[in-house]
Each structure stands twice: as structure tokens, then as C-alpha cells.
């Protein structure tokens, strides 16, 4: 994965981007069924993640950010 990096020598643009697929990317995905369930006054809405935002692995400090975000 090119953006795994210890938190010593990540780059802020490898954190933003594992950041804005899983978390941004969950939000928008939710935001755009929300709106149709809230219309149909019924739904139910079930987001899943990974384990890795409670354990994550060395170097993949951003993607259990971003699975805990979730």
C-alpha cells in the first residue's frame, strides 16, 4: 500500500486520503441513502469496519484511524 508509513514519516496528504476514502466516503454513501429512507419513513442503516481500528498494524496508523472513524 503506498500510503503505509510509520507516524514519524507519514505525509499529511497519505493521512488525508486513507481518511477521506474510508471516512468521507462512508459518509457519503450514507448521507445519500438517508435522505431516500428518511422520504420513505423507514430503513435501516448498518455501517461495518475492520478490526484495525481497534488493533492496527505498524505503519497503518491512518487506516485504523479511519476504521475506527467508521
Known amino acids: ?6 507516524f514519524t514519516t507519514i505525509e499529511e ?5 486513507v481518511i477521506t476514502v474510508h471516512v468521507k466516503g462512508t459518509f457519503a454513501v450514507t448521507r445519500s441513502i ?3 429512507m428518511k422520504k420513505a419513513g423507514r ?11 481497534m488493533v492496527a498494524n505498524f505503519g497503518q ?3 485504523g484511524a ?5
Not at 479511519?66 to 467508521?70: L, Y
Request: glycine share 12%; charged share 20%; aromatic share 12%.
Open 43 to 53: 430503513g435501516v442503516i448498518v455501517n461495518t469496519s475492520s478490526s484495525s481500528g
Open 61 to 63: 496508523g491512518n487506516y
Open 1 to 6: 500500500m503506498p500510503h503505509d508509513r510509520s
Open 13 to 17: 496528504s497519505d493521512w488525508d486520503a
Open 66 to 70: 479511519a476504521k475506527a472513524g467508521i
Open 34 to 36: 438517508f435522505e431516500w
